[in-house]
């Protein structure tokens, strides 16, 4: 459900509108609109935004682990239009116990990357990823280091 | 081939084999190749000089940043930002303090915006630069460097002079700067701006006409616009090929707004045009430190919030208040409210974006950097598949990406 504060916003209303069910919330602060996505619906919701509602950019995409929390992991993506000069925040929940949500890569081939450097340091799986590898740490790395349970020094236990 | 570290996709099947006559080699560029600036890998699968595919291999510099910034508090994660980009240290102590006053809605004094505004536009210099230079180096014309790097230890001493450091200047503080301005900063960027016009052009005399530089930029590089905005591809990249895009206009901060200055662009998407650009791009950044300079506001150069900033050493010294702040700050640091954002700005290299977690503590609960350098690189594939390996060295150079802002 869209909070109403946001029916304002024609972004969240065209999100709404598209798919009432794919929005679980949001919020506007800092002047900065999140909408929070239901994770099986993330890829039809950002082909919606970006072919008919001009966010043509990906910026980035990213994950905050929760840890304890569950469900464990948010997913994050900032989009950019450049058209209407704004940006978007998308966030979806997935479980700790199996992480996997869809990719975006069939949207923005810009998430190639940004995708696999968040299975890279979260172990998040991406299905439909054309190239799921690690890209910063070494092929035989064990374990994923932004995790929070992931020791920042000492050996690895 | 899988235990020289090339993946399966690039491996030949017997099929391609005998298809191509067994032509094909694997060529290891890097992680040591002078030219990639670092420790970029890029594997190239030629077929005699063309390149059939490319395969890009990073984080050979990743140092865990992004993990460091989760146990340090919101104070010293500043000198974290500086070895980021280390080409452009204020750009990232910008893009990381302003994200955390956007959280704490601190208000800076004009004084603290405008000295902002003039050293990120000096940092643009700096890195622009060392990307001419080496670029040019590159390619093949040894002397611009020469020039260059004179130029830039000029920009160097004004940095030194303001934060005492060369390069890791961390001079940018939440609320403020870290330092007051020091006496006589005005003469010395004065004596910049006076020769650097000038050197700007001296640099484009040796290029700009020069038969060779024109051989081996014009035409190469070539990438649809749609292809950069789709593989993310921004700075001056976007703007050689006629897009007038800079988050300096388009989403002012650090009052930006306030000055008078244009967004160069050109037309013909090649690496010639990312070149004049980045020369133009220059020339309004000694426009807009000109500004800065003769319009510089008087008042603080730190914001008046107590419990951030540290107080001055006679007030810590001779009021019982003070000294309490200080201690606070000091030992525990200060808290951030609860809450998220995403702060970006144009770093030379493009969009530098700084995403802040934080949970209302003295620490960030997340910090990710949105660094122009990663998203840049991921478009080389694209860039260079079916062009001659010579020009992948003129290609590459004319993104001017930092292997530390890649790999963070």
Same mark, same amino acid.
């Given at each position: 459900?869209?909070?109403?504060?946001?029916?304002?916003?024609?972004?969240?209303a @065209?999100?709404?509108?598209?798919?009432?069910?794919?929005?679980?919330?949001?919020?506007?602060?800092f002047?900065?609109?999140?909408?929070?996505?239901?994770a099986?619906?993330?890829s039809?919701?950002?082909?919606?935004?970006?072919?008919d509602?001009?966010?043509?950019?990906?910026?980035?995409?990213t994950?905050?682990d929760?840890?304890?929390?569950?469900?464990? $992991?948010?997913?994050?993506?900032? %989009?950019?239009s450049?058209?209407?000069?704004? +940006?978007?925040?998308?966030k979806?929940?997935?479980?700790?116990a199996?992480?996997?949500?869809?990719?975006?890569?069939?949207?923005?081939?810009?998430?190639?990357?940004?995708?696999?450097?968040?299975?890279?340091? $979260?172990?998040v799986?991406?299905?439909?990823?054309?190239?799921l590898r690690?890209?910063?740490?070494?092929?035989?790395? *064990?374990?994923?280091?932004l995790?929070?349970?992931?020791?920042?020094t000492?050996?690895?236990? | 081939?899988?235990?020289l570290?090339?993946?399966?996709?690039?491996a030949?099947?017997?099929?391609q084999q @005998?298809?191509?006559g067994?032509?094909?080699?694997?060529?290891?560029?890097?992680?040591?190749?002078?030219?990639?600036?670092?420790?970029l890998?890029?594997l190239l699968?030629?077929?005699?000089?063309?390149?059939?595919?490319?395969?890009?291999?990073?984080?050979?510099l990743?140092?865990?940043?992004?993990?460091?910034?989760?146990?340090?508090?919101?104070?010293?994660?500043?000198?974290?930002?500086? +070895?980021?980009?280390?080409?452009?240290?204020?750009?990232?102590?910008?893009?990381?303090?302003?994200?955390?006053?956007k959280?704490?809605?601190?208000?800076?004094?004009?004084?603290?915006?405008?000295?902002?505004?003039?050293l990120a536009?000096?940092?643009?210099?700096?890195?622009?630069?060392?990307?001419?230079?080496?670029?040019? %180096?590159?390619?093949?014309a040894?002397?611009?460097?020469?020039?260059?790097?004179?130029?830039?230890?000029?920009?160097?001493?004004?940095?030194?002079?303001?934060?005492?450091?060369r390069?890791?200047?961390?001079?940018?503080?939440?609320?403020?700067?870290?330092?007051?301005?020091?006496?006589?900063?005005?003469?010395?960027?004065?004596?910049?701006?006076?020769?650097?016009?000038?050197?700007?052009?001296?640099y484009?005399?040796?290029?700009?006409?020069?038969?060779?530089?024109?051989?081996?930029?014009?035409?190469?590089?070539?990438?649809?616009?749609?292809?950069?905005?789709?593989l993310?591809?921004?700075?001056?990249?976007?703007?050689?090929?006629?897009?007038?895009?800079d988050?300096?206009?388009?989403?002012?901060?650090?009052?930006?707004?306030?000055?008078?200055?244009?967004?160069?662009?050109?037309?013909?998407?090649?690496v010639?045009?990312?070149?004049?650009?980045?020369?133009?791009?220059?020339?309004?950044?000694?426009?807009?430190?000109?500004?800065?300079?003769?319009?510089?506001?008087?008042?603080?150069?730190?914001?008046?919030?107590?419990h951030?900033?540290?107080?001055d050493? *006679?007030?810590m010294?001779?009021?019982?208040? @003070?000294?309490?702040?200080?201690?606070?700050?000091v030992?525990?640091?200060?808290?951030?409210?609860?809450?998220?954002? $995403?702060?970006?700005?144009?770093?030379?290299?493009?969009?530098?974006g700084?995403?802040i977690?934080?949970?209302?503590?003295?620490?960030?609960?997340?910090?990710?950097?949105r660094?122009?350098?990663f998203?840049?690189?991921?478009?080389v594939?694209?860039?260079?598949?079916?062009?001659?390996?010579?020009?992948?060295?003129? @290609?590459?150079?004319?993104?001017?990406?930092?292997?530390?802002?890649?790999?963070?």
């Amino acid at each position: 459900m869209l909070p109403d504060n946001l029916k304002e916003y024609p972004v969240a209303a @065209a999100v709404e509108a598209f798919d009432a069910d794919a929005v679980t919330g949001g919020k506007f602060e800092f002047s900065e609109l999140t909408l929070e996505i239901l994770a099986s619906k993330i890829s039809s919701v950002c082909g919606f935004l970006k072919y008919d509602q001009k966010f043509i950019r990906l910026s980035t995409v990213t994950a905050v682990d929760r840890f304890p929390a569950e469900p464990r $992991f948010e997913l994050v993506y900032h %989009l950019h239009s450049i058209d209407r000069n704004e +940006r978007l925040r998308l966030k979806a929940r997935i479980s700790g116990a199996d992480p996997v949500i869809e990719s975006v890569t069939g949207v923005w081939r810009s998430a190639n990357w940004y995708e696999r450097e968040v299975f890279d340091l $979260f172990g998040v799986r991406f299905t439909n990823h054309p190239d799921l590898r690690r890209i910063l740490m070494p092929d035989d790395w *064990e374990g994923h280091p932004l995790r929070k349970d992931y020791p920042i020094t000492g050996t690895r236990v | 081939m899988s235990d020289l570290g090339v993946p399966e996709l690039l491996a030949e099947t017997e099929e391609q084999q @005998a298809a191509t006559g067994g032509r094909r080699m694997v060529l290891n560029m890097g992680p040591q190749h002078p030219s990639t600036h670092g420790v970029l890998r890029l594997l190239l699968e030629l077929d005699g000089e063309n390149i059939a595919s490319c395969v890009p291999d990073i984080g050979f510099l990743h140092t865990g940043i992004e993990k460091e910034f989760e146990v340090k508090n919101y104070q010293q994660a500043v000198t974290l930002t500086d +070895r980021v980009d280390y080409l452009a240290p204020l750009s990232n102590n910008l893009g990381y303090c302003l994200a955390v006053e956007k959280l704490l809605q601190l208000e800076i004094p004009p004084q603290a915006q405008w000295m902002r505004v003039l050293l990120a536009e000096l940092t643009r210099l700096n890195s622009h630069l060392v990307w001419l230079g080496t670029h040019a %180096l590159d390619i093949g014309a040894m002397s611009v460097f020469l020039y260059c790097f004179r130029e830039r230890e000029e920009i160097l001493k004004i940095f030194e002079m303001f934060s005492g450091q060369r390069m890791m200047t961390s001079y940018f503080r939440i609320g403020g700067l870290a330092l007051e301005p020091p006496r006589g900063w005005q003469d010395r960027v004065k004596r910049f701006l006076a020769i650097f016009p000038s050197r700007i052009d001296e640099y484009e005399n040796l290029l700009t006409n020069n038969r060779i530089w024109l051989g081996r930029t014009k035409g190469v590089g070539f990438i649809s616009l749609e292809d950069m905005l789709d593989l993310g591809i921004t700075g001056p990249m976007l703007r050689g090929a006629g897009l007038k895009i800079d988050t300096r206009k388009d989403a002012p901060y650090s009052s930006y707004e306030k000055f008078d200055f244009e967004v160069p662009t050109q037309t013909a998407n090649d690496v010639f045009a990312r070149y004049q650009v980045r020369i133009e791009e220059m020339r309004q950044s000694t426009r807009i430190i000109t500004q800065a300079l003769e319009g510089m506001p008087a008042g603080p150069w730190k914001a008046d919030a107590p419990h951030v900033v540290l107080p001055d050493r *006679e007030k810590m010294k001779t009021q019982m208040e @003070a000294l309490i702040y200080h201690f606070k700050i000091v030992t525990e640091g200060f808290r951030v409210p609860q809450g998220e954002v $995403f702060q970006v700005i144009e770093s030379p290299r493009g969009e530098l974006g700084y995403y802040i977690v934080s949970e209302g503590t003295t620490k960030p609960y997340r910090v990710h950097m949105r660094t122009p350098s990663f998203g840049n690189l991921q478009a080389v594939p694209r860039m260079v598949e079916g062009t001659l390996i010579a020009d992948v060295i003129a @290609a590459i150079g004319s993104m001017d990406f930092v292997l530390g802002d890649t790999d963070r």
